[in-house]
């Protein structure tokens, strides 16, 4: 069992930067890999950014591709969503996921279904 808590969402004006945390809690996070989706008014949740249980892989979406940083510290239960030039499109409720760590194809951690715990959301409104 794991349990997501978010934090560090707000507002912001175009073209400034958020980081978004995601604790959690339980010993076997470090078995865990870890992604960010995010979901607008009448939109589809959307795949952001996912980090491998070790760190060592990262994937991004690709209309955040060279803003957006996902990292994750093992020893803090943590994953780190670092934004920068934020858009007005990227206004959005953020989550963070789990899903159990393996060695999985890009295509795998895109699917919100793959993941198994879910956090409650953090908003971002990003302001023109």
């Known amino acids: 069992q794991v349990q997501l808590v978010e934090s560090g969402g707000g507002l912001v004006q175009a073209g400034g930067s958020l980081r978004l945390s995601c604790a959690a809690s339980g010993r076997t996070f470090s078995s865990y890999a870890m992604g960010w989706f995010r979901q607008a008014p009448g939109k589809e949740r959307e795949f952001v950014a996912a980090v491998s249980w070790s760190g060592s892989r990262t994937y991004s979406a690709d209309s955040v591709k060279g803003r957006f940083t996902i990292s994750r510290d093992n020893a803090e239960n943590t994953v780190y969503l670092q934004m920068h030039s934020l858009k007005p499109e990227d206004t959005a409720l953020y989550y963070c996921?789990?899903?159990?760590?393996?060695?999985?194809?890009?295509?795998?951690?895109?699917?919100?279904?793959?993941?198994?715990?879910w956090g409650q959301g953090t908003q971002v409104t990003v302001s023109s």
């Open positions: 996921a789990a899903t159990p760590g393996g060695a999985y194809s890009a295509s795998y951690y895109v699917s919100a279904e793959k993941y198994d715990y």
